[in-house]
């Protein structure tokens, strides 16, 4: 069983835009998940990672800093906003979320919930 599903995009976006939908890797460990989010041109002060009830929200404004005074002559990236939301299983404890943004890669690791981790049960002789 997967340990987080993605949702449907702007379900629950108060911004109505078109948005970039950021490839996202996810991998899966005893110990909980890992993403990995692409964000290339994304400063950290431009990023809302959040989770309400259980829904992670990624949200992002991509900047891209052009020289004074020049124009794009061709852009193939038609949008500035980046948005992928997901689901997360009653598995992971969404209260120990951490997150890092290094080099337009965003890393979250949610860690399983203490029910969910596995654990040695011992076994008595007698």
């Known amino acids: 069983m997967n340990a987080v599903t993605k949702t449907q995009d702007d379900t629950t976006t108060?911004?109505?835009e078109p948005t970039l939908l950021p490839p996202v890797d996810v991998i899966e460990d005893t110990?909980?998940?890992t993403l990995y989010a692409d964000l290339p041109g994304v400063p950290r002060d431009k990023l809302n990672l959040r989770v309400e009830g259980d829904q992670l929200t990624i949200e992002a404004d991509l900047v891209i800093a052009l020289p004074q005074g020049m124009e794009p002559s061709h852009a193939e990236v038609q949008f500035s906003r980046y948005r992928r939301a997901f689901t997360l299983s009653s598995e992971l404890?969404?209260?120990?979320?951490?997150a890092e943004l290094s080099h337009g890669v965003l890393r979250v690791r949610i860690p399983?919930?203490?029910?969910?981790?596995?654990?040695r049960i011992a076994v008595n002789v007698g």
């Open 31 to 33: 110990t909980g998940i």
């Open 112 to 119: 399983k919930a203490a029910h969910a981790q596995p654990r």
């Open 93 to 98: 404890d969404a209260e120990k979320v951490n």
């Open 14 to 16: 108060p911004r109505r």
